[in-house]
């Protein structure tokens, strides 16, 4: 049973728009949530993460929103770059030592 | 740099061989992970070491262990491989509770 979710397997933006990612989980013991990128032929890299204690955490470009009550959690990109092109996997624990991740978006930023 | 590698990036067995999938760190990180990722599904967690003290995740098939000899080096045996275990295999680190850090990956192809 997946536990963590992302509904929308790819997601196109226009450069310089905003990209919105979606996820959402179900295990309400999840404490701590991260957004992962992969591009082709390499591992996963960390990007951001939030802990429940917060609903807001930013970097830069990159912006997690958590909405504990929705068990939803987003990353918003901004301004969407051609080189965020990769997929983006969203990642939960509810101990710190086990993550369960979601399948993936694959996001397109069109030049 | 500090990194995550393993080897072989690519790894080729027959039916029912034996295989040994490697993972080194340089980060000296307590905590390591494998993970199994099939084509468009979210990384699965195979297993994971806690220093020393192994865990393994309830669904992991017996036909998959795993061996984590000192701090650095953890690999990741499948006794005998069936054609539904080809698949992308990422080994992760992480000091408890702290993100993870993941390898490039290995990629099983299983004739």
């Known amino acids: 049973d997946q536990q963590v979710k992302q509904n929308s397997p790819s997601l196109s933006v226009q450069e310089g728009r905003i990209s919105i990612l979606n996820c959402d989980y179900t295990?309400?013991?999840?404490?701590?949530f991260l957004w992962y990128k992969k591009y082709p032929a390499e591992g996963p890299t960390f990007l951001i993460s939030?802990?429940?204690?917060?609903d807001k955490n930013e970097d830069g470009r990159f912006t997690v929103f958590l909405n504990k009550s929705a068990k939803h959690l987003s990353l918003h990109i901004v301004p969407s770059q051609p080189g965020d092109s990769a997929v983006y996997f969203c990642?939960?624990?509810?101990?710190?030592?086990?993550?369960?991740f979601g399948t993936g978006t694959s996001l397109t930023v069109i030049p | 740099d500090a990194m995550v590698i393993q080897n072989p990036r690519y790894q080729v067995t027959q039916f029912g061989k034996p295989v040994t999938l490697s993972c080194s760190q340089t980060?000296?990180?307590?905590?390591m992970y494998w993970y199994q990722q099939k084509s468009s599904q979210a990384p699965k967690l195979l297993f994971h070491y806690y220093d020393k003290d192994f865990n393994n995740e309830a669904d992991t098939p017996d036909n998959f262990q795993s061996r984590r000899p000192n701090t650095s080096f953890c690999f990741l045996d499948i006794r005998s491989p069936g054609l539904g275990d080809a698949a992308m295999y990422l080994c992760?680190?992480?000091?408890?509770?702290?993100?993870?850090?993941f390898g490039p990956g290995t990629r099983l192809l299983v004739l």
């Open positions: 939030i802990s429940s204690i917060k």
């Open positions: 980060l000296n990180h307590n905590v």
């Open positions: 992760a680190t992480s000091r408890q509770k702290e993100t993870q850090y």
């Open positions: 990642a939960a624990s509810p101990t710190g030592n086990q993550f369960y």
């Open positions: 295990n309400s013991m999840f404490d701590y």
